[in-house]
């Protein structure tokens, strides 16, 4: 024909199939209420133009927009990109996510929004506006904001809410935070640690309750005590620096510490070097998260690898089928595991509780 494939739109394949626009865009939506012959000959026209759906044109029909909002903090998200420290939770909602969309003929974009902003319900209510978004991602902490989760209720738009367990709209999807908490405080049992210390995340995150359930529990099953070695940070290096201080100036320090991010795994780290203790042969230390980053460092850290990926790319087919089938009645739970490295070692024998 001589027409460039990139420049061939959904006006080319109506007059070329001599049907109009609206019926091209249902045969491209796969709509019900289109002739099987009709099909046929829109098909036909498609083919031989070579013509590749845009979104602007899924969307013509009004019942879809093929697109998946992921809402994130603004105020962490933007100082993790600044501090170009290998925080990667962006990019693994990214590779699940985006990767998910893209099998289903969808899209993923990510918005930044402040939870903590009076104005909260305007700005995503702009987004939402704007973009008419399919199904909305929802992550800590803005999974328990009533604000949001009321708004996206009220439009009736199928969301999920990664990290929340609360009962109310939306998918509600975790992690398997408490589980993944045990798995990191059993290995540490079982290499002979009784004083195992947790520094726990922000109150404003109910995942935070969850390791610490985790890690109480793994201890008080295997007949040990969690009473007074637990600190709690903002997932940040200098709280968690501040956090490892208290527990390691103990007068019956832990021989081990679990750590609720990665940054302040690495303030443990630098802390106990202060002192002068070796990990693992003073100190067995664990993480959570399994950034890039914990593969580098000396010794590299034993750290639960969050399958942010994985929740992502589920939460994509839960709102994808949200028009045919009702959300879980229970929370969906994608767990983690633990990745075993260097800085976790066997309890030396003179440590002894």
């Given at each position: 024909?001589?027409?460039?494939r ?25 709509e019900?209420?289109?002739?099987p ?70 899209r993923m ?50 969301f ?48 935070s ?33 501040r ?10 320090a ?44 000396q ?17 994509v087919e ?36």
């Amino acid at each position: 024909m001589g027409r460039r494939r990139q420049s061939v739109t959904i006006k080319h394949v109506a007059a070329d199939a001599g049907v109009s626009l609206q019926t091209v865009s249902r045969v491209i939506n796969n709509e019900p209420n289109v002739r099987p012959a009709m099909k046929e000959r829109v098909q036909a026209s498609i083919d031989k133009l070579g013509y590749v759906p845009s979104i602007a044109a899924q969307r013509m029909s009004g019942s879809r927009s093929y697109l998946i909002l992921a809402i994130n903090d603004r105020d962490l998200t933007i100082a993790d990109w600044k501090a170009r420290e290998g925080r990667d939770w962006v990019d693994q909602m990214l590779l699940g996510g985006m990767l998910t969309c893209a099998e289903h003929g969808y899209r993923m974009l990510i918005e930044l929004v402040d939870t903590h902003s009076d104005h909260v319900e305007r700005e995503l209510g702009a987004a939402i506006a704007a973009l008419q978004p399919d199904g909305v991602i929802l992550t800590p902490p803005h999974s328990e904001n009533s604000l949001i989760t009321g708004l996206l209720a009220e439009k009736g738009i199928p969301f999920a809410r990664i990290g929340s367990k609360q009962e109310g709209p939306g998918i509600a999807m975790t992690m398997g935070d408490s589980h993944n908490a045990r798995l990191a405080t059993d290995h540490l049992i079982e290499l002979g640690h009784e004083r195992i210390g947790f520094i726990a995340g922000p109150e404003d995150f109910s995942l935070s309750g969850w390791r610490m359930e985790g890690w109480a529990s793994a201890l008080e099953d295997a007949g040990f005590s969690s009473e007074g070695l637990c600190e709690r940070g903002d997932f940040g290096f200098e709280s968690g620096a501040r956090a490892a201080e208290r527990l390691l100036g103990l007068t019956e320090a832990p021989t081990a510490i679990i750590a609720s991010s990665d940054q302040m795994a690495l303030a443990v780290l630098e802390v106990a070097r202060r002192r002068g203790l070796n990990v693992p042969k003073d100190l067995s230390l664990v993480s959570f998260d399994n950034s890039p980053i914990v593969r580098f460092t000396q010794p590299a850290l034993t750290a639960i690898d969050q399958p942010i990926a994985a929740t992502a790319a589920r939460a994509v087919e839960l709102l994808i089928d949200a028009r045919k089938k009702p959300a879980p009645a229970e929370p969906v739970q994608i767990q983690g595991e633990l990745v075993v490295r260097g800085s976790t070692a066997s309890a030396r024998v003179d440590a002894g509780s």
